[in-house]
């Protein structure tokens, strides 16, 4: 089976200086099956602030009522997802983009009543995936789930982290299968301004604890821990460095491994 490799790509690590979605097809034509997870918050928040929408975060994740989950959709599900499809597919490439609420990709439950309308995945069908790896698909995924009530699923649609989106498709997948974490630090900062290269979990979790892991890093390193609970590789990079995607499958890519 070729090696799956689940991508998680930041709003703020895509521009004209990147070269992760021609680093995507280049590892499609080597014969691997790329996955790519995207997020979108700056714009989202671009967005918001156009429609008079108050931004509020609690651990790193969206706060998202029903006025604001209507953009979230709409610039992830929409404006995000097809301009990375677009670019793939003018880079050479054969992409389809989706969100977690086509062909019941991602089930959810409510995190957290206070974040509102935001998604905690309970569920990746990964059949929908294997389809268009089959078809010689990449799947482009926007981080938006279904709730689901019981053992059905609602029409209800729920904002769901990007990060925790990429752990729990690649933790879902059987075989081999690496997660890597593009974003615009070089890892995981210390204490001492180093930046680990490695932590095993139980370090992840007290660095959570205390404080050093803060912000958006949190749901990234948890992320890492879930996927890594299921024998996946995971890796954080600074998806901001020339081919850093396939510098890292290919094995020269510093950053802070989860493992």
């Not at 991508?7 to 690590?13: E, H, L, N, Q």
């Not at 997660?179 to 660095?207: C, H, K, M, S, Y």
């Not at 803060?214 to 890492?224: E, F, L, N, T, Y």
Request: proline letters at 3%; aromatic letters at 2%.
């Amino acid at each position: 089976m070729a090696e799956i490799i689940v991508a998680k790509i930041g709003g703020s690590t895509l521009g004209s200086y990147d070269t992760t979605l021609a680093d995507v097809v280049e590892l499609q034509r080597r014969g691997l099956r790329p996955v790519v997870v995207h997020g979108g918050g700056s714009l989202i928040s671009e967005w918001l602030a156009l429609h008079n929408l108050p931004t509020r975060f609690e651990s790193g994740l969206r706060v998202t009522d029903d006025e604001s989950l209507k953009v979230v959709v709409a610039v992830l599900a929409g404006l995000v997802n097809k301009r990375i499809v677009a670019s793939l597919c003018s880079l050479g490439g054969a992409a389809v983009g989706l969100s977690g609420a086509d062909g019941g990709l991602m089930g959810t439950r409510l995190a957290d009543e206070k974040l509102g309308l935001v998604g905690e995945v309970t569920d990746i069908e990964v059949a929908v995936l294997a389809t268009l790896w089959h078809s010689g698909l990449i799947p482009v995924i926007a981080p938006i789930g279904v709730l689901w009530d019981g053992e059905r699923p609602t029409a209800q649609l729920v904002n769901v982290n990007a990060d925790e989106a990429a752990g729990s498709v690649a933790a879902a997948i059987d075989g081999a299968c690496r997660l890597v974490f593009l974003t615009d630090v070089p890892g995981i900062q210390l204490d001492n301004d180093q930046i680990a290269a490695r932590l095993e979990p139980a370090e992840a979790v007290n660095l959570i604890e205390s404080g050093v892991i803060q912000g958006g890093m949190i749901p990234k390193v948890r992320a890492c821990l879930k996927a890594a609970q299921e024998g996946v590789r995971t890796i954080i990079v600074d998806g901001r460095v020339e081919h850093a995607l396939v510098r890292t499958i290919e094995g020269n890519m510093p950053g802070t491994t989860i493992a």
